[in-house]
């Protein structure tokens, strides 16, 4: 058995991928994994999958994603129960991580020795293990303990096989290399010293200088302190022309360069404030919104997380929540207030260079004519990082589809903040801590109604208005719509809206006003799941709201549980469906929202129309 954590989690056998399902398996395997043959205890499972706020589940959970590991990795690995927790013994097995661990000592050691060639070898096979971002998978409360530790650990392998690559005098090599690792990372002192060396053996020693004196200023304006012994000595070192040259070439003659240490910022820069007007009849929410607002101001003083996450099915109110959240808090963030969509009315993610370039737009940057190459977008992402060095600013992207490219969209300031909304939860943003939201309770879907209709009007008919909240099932979209459709026809009784809102397959059409259509709102989140599990939803569409375990799920699509864990777990990172407990046996209990559920009828109505119109031809 092989098994990989410096990318997404994942364990093969023979070569063969083992089809593991949803970030909760992934964590519990990962961390299993990290602890090297010892004891995981129960309170930190239940950490690195809820954070602080475990189900009254947790327990059952727990024991259902074990048996299920055991169930799928085989007889090869053995997960045994030893109190406090579980413990994960594989002695024939391989872990990427243990095997770049070795590699790197290896090649630490040969680097020790002088033995550069066969140093830059080792440490590139310890580099070349890593697939992407360290545990891409798992949960986001795992992801935050581990990830900052081992990607220290790949750095600091980097700078090992950097120093091997100078001393065999790949400088010219190099340099495109290292610039990006110092934009990447500002306050590395080595690499911006491997920097400064490399471009002094080019001969560009005015870069090597500029390299040293834009560290200087970062180190200052971040941390408050003047730079190390290292790059210091580096510095010095290219003043004085004792660097040398290990291709042997000579080194020219240093001409001296003096640098501003002012502030870059420009004094009339704009000040954006693109958010959105704020949302006047906000109902609801009140302890999410006081939570994101206190986590906003302790981001500002840099207490707090750089990113917040605000997440929940379609129509749940999150870019509501949201903007309100960030006029609330403008205060704190007096250069600016940013807003960009990250997605298509359709739900189709934008480019990158298309959500940077209306950044930069209203940031003051000129941008005509880019965007269109990779290194264009580069060139963005340098001017975004630049453009938002040292500004208190607060940037809401609302929309995220994924969350790969969502850290390029971090300001360059550690007095800025970020607030993202998407419908399903993003793991892979750094620093992040996330607000999923949920369906309102009956009281607060009334409130919301009553704001648009009136109440003496509800009062009047309140057994229609019971009628029509229930129709909306607590989706504070579905809410509004039927409170601006009441409202538009002030002499019409909230019966008549009860009772167009009663046929379940005209109820979705009903949901519709203003450009305002629920259904079309749902699709994106329908089209953006794995071709299986969309074709899981609408299957399914008949399953009823009640809670039901994968056993039933797979009994009624008529295939192995394995492959139907695998798609509602596609449906509950999608936001389509909810775990909302576990049964008597111990198995994860799903439920699905009743609008959901038409929406999945109305599929599966337009699939077999279809298949009937393509048999008459």
């Known amino acids: 058995m092989d098994f990989q954590v410096l990318g997404p989690v994942e364990a093969r056998k023979g070569g063969v991928r083992i089809a593991l399902s949803g970030s909760k398996v992934h964590t519990v395997l990962a961390s299993l994994l990290l602890a090297r043959g010892r004891v995981v205890s129960d309170e930190r499972l239940s950490s690195m999958l809820w954070g602080w706020e475990p189900p009254a589940t947790a327990g059952a959970q727990i024991y259902t994603y074990m048996s299920r590991l055991r169930k799928l990795l085989g007889d090869d690995v053995e997960i045994d129960r030893r109190p406090p927790g579980y413990v994960l013994r594989a002695p024939h097995s391989t872990i990427d991580l243990l095997e770049f661990e070795q590699l790197d000592r290896e090649g630490r050691q040969a680097l020790g020795r002088g033995r550069h060639l066969e140093a830059s070898t080792q440490l590139s096979r310890a580099l070349g293990l890593w697939r992407g971002a360290a545990l891409g998978n798992v949960t986001e409360y795992l992801a935050g303990a581990e990830l900052a530790r081992l990607e220290e650990l790949r750095l600091h392998t980097l700078e090992s096989r950097v120093e091997a690559d100078l001393e065999l005098g790949r400088h010219e090599q190099l340099t495109a290399e290292l610039t990006g690792l110092v934009a990447e990372f500002p306050l590395r002192e080595k690499l911006r010293a491997q920097l400064m060396t490399a471009f002094y053996r080019c001969g560009q020693q005015a870069d090597a200088l500029h390299t040293y004196h834009e560290g200087r200023k970062v180190l200052d304006e971040q941390l408050g302190i003047e730079p190390g012994e290292a ?41 954006p404030a693109t958010l959105p007007p704020d949302i006047e009849d906000f109902i609801g929410r009140e302890e999410e919104l006081a939570a994101l607002c206190g986590q906003l101001a302790e981001s500002r ?51 990158l260079a298309e959500v940077l370039t209306v950044l930069l737009r209203a940031l003051g940057a000129p941008v005509d004519g880019m965007g269109r ?48 909304t998407g419908r399903a939860r993003l793991t892979r943003v ?182 009937r119109s393509t048999a008459g031809r």
């Open 430 to 611: 750094a620093q992040a801590r996330t607000t999923v939201l949920t369906p309102f309770e009956r009281d607060t879907s009334y409130e919301l109604l009553a704001a648009g209709v009136g109440r003496r009007r509800l009062l009047a008919e309140p057994d229609a208005t019971n009628e029509v909240l229930g129709y909306c099932g607590g989706l504070p979209l579905a809410v509004r719509i039927a409170g601006s459709r009441l409202a538009a026809r002030p002499h019409w009784p909230v019966s008549w809206l009860a009772s167009r809102l009663a046929d379940p397959e005209q109820r979705l059409r009903e949901l519709s006003y203003g450009g305002l259509e629920l259904g079309r709102v749902l699709l994106p989140s329908v089209r953006q799941l794995p071709r299986q599990a969309g074709r899981t939803l609408v299957r399914l569409a008949g399953i009823g709201t009640e809670p039901f375990p994968a056993q039933r799920a797979a009994r009624h699509l008529a295939e192995p549980e394995s492959a139907a864990e695998e798609s509602l777990e596609h449906l509950v990172d999608a936001a389509l469906l909810d775990i909302c407990g576990v049964d008597r046996l111990g198995r994860p209990l799903y439920r699905f929202h009743e609008l959901v559920l038409l929406f999945a009828e109305s599929l599966a109505s337009a699939h077999r129309e279809r298949e």
């Open 373 to 420: 190459g990779g290194a264009d977008l580069d060139e963005l992402i340098r001017r975004y990082r630049t453009r938002t060095a040292r500004r208190r600013l607060l940037v809401v992207l609302d929309g995220a589809v994924d969350s790969r490219e969502l850290d390029l969209l971090l300001p360059g300031s550690a007095e800025a903040a970020v607030l993202i």
């Open 301 to 351: 003083k840099g207490g707090g997380p750089r990113a917040l996450l605000v997440t929940g099915m379609a129509g749940v109110g999150k870019t509501a929540l949201a903007v309100r959240a960030a006029h609330r808090s403008a205060v704190h963030f007096p250069d600016g207030q940013l807003f960009a969509e990250l997605a298509h009315p359709d739900g189709r993610p934008k480019k």
């Open 231 to 271: 790059l210091g000595a580096t510095y010095q070192a290219v003043l004085v022309g004792s660097l040398g040259t290990k291709s042997g070439a000579p080194a020219r003659t240093v001409v001296s360069a003096s640098y501003a240490d002012g502030d870059p910022r420009d004094p009339y820069e704009p000040r």
